[in-house]
């Protein structure tokens, strides 16, 4: 699942630099795509993530006073 949330977001990468935009045909699928794989990402963000890591949310405070 990762992998491929990883490979979807390069294609996509791949395609702005080209010049795609987001009306894109290709690009509107990837995003469909990563929305699906998103929850899933998220829990395994949630399981791998320690109580004195960094929060998986992206924020700047440790999990155990943030999402966790």
Known sequence: TL?????????HDELRLMG???SSL????I????QELY??????AKKHTGRND??????????KSCCG
Not at 31 to 34: F, G, P, Q, V
Not at 39 to 44: A, K, R, V, Y
């Open 54 to 63: 960094y929060c998986y949310c992206g924020s700047v405070q440790k999990a």
């Open 3 to 11: 992998d491929m949330y990883v490979n979807l977001l390069r294609r």
């Open 39 to 44: 929850p899933n990402i998220l829990c395994l």
């Open 26 to 29: 290709e690009i509107q699928n």
């Open 31 to 34: 995003n469909h795509e990563c």
């Open 20 to 22: 795609a935009d987001n």
